[in-house]
């Protein structure tokens, strides 16, 4: 089994619901277990437009390959009717494998730990928050980084 990180983020459509339902299809996933769940932040578009994104970060362990996860993820993004009509498009859901154990895998599909993890609140505090001592292989201690994105605004959003 190897401990995945996921990063969840919508800002089209009921996106807070969006968000919950899917980490309830991420802890039913054929080959994960042990899911823990960030709690819901809403941030400002970064490279993109549209409405605000509500942001989570989920923990799981997987006996499915990196590769494997990343197409199961995928059919989930399809299944809320995700669209790719241009680079960071709004969406209606995003799921990025963001961690894959301590592996670092670049390949034509699949960056991992992801390459813009490091410069994004809506990453950095929710996985923080799951995991204070989590270290991002060839980086360093997520908490470490979290001055650097201090500028942009981000707040965790109340349980409703």
Do not use: W
């Not at 009921?14 to 996933?29: E, F, G, S």
């Not at 549209?50 to 923990?59: H, I, W």
């Not at 209606?92 to 991992?112: H, M, N, Y």
Request: proline share 6%; net charge negative.
């Amino acid at each position: 089994m190897t401990l995945a990180t996921i990063g969840i983020g919508a800002n089209l459509g009921n996106a807070r619901d969006t968000v919950r339902q899917a980490i309830k299809r991420l802890a039913t996933m054929d080959g994960c277990s042990n899911v823990i769940a960030s709690s819901l932040f809403s941030s400002a578009p970064i490279d993109s437009s549209g409405d605000d994104y509500v942001n989570a970060v989920v923990q799981l362990q997987t006996s499915l390959d990196a590769q494997t996860l990343l197409s199961s993820l995928q059919e989930i993004e399809l299944a809320f009717g995700r669209e790719r009509p241009y680079r960071n498009a709004p969406r209606t859901l995003d799921l990025d494998v963001l961690l894959f154990g301590d592996e670092e895998i670049s390949t034509a599909t699949l960056i991992v730990p992801h390459p813009r993890m490091v410069e994004r609140a809506f990453v950095l505090l929710p996985l923080v928050q799951i995991a204070p001592d989590i270290n991002i292989p060839g980086v360093g201690k997520a908490d470490a980084l979290i001055a650097n994105v201090n500028d942009q605004v981000i707040f965790e959003l109340p349980e409703t």
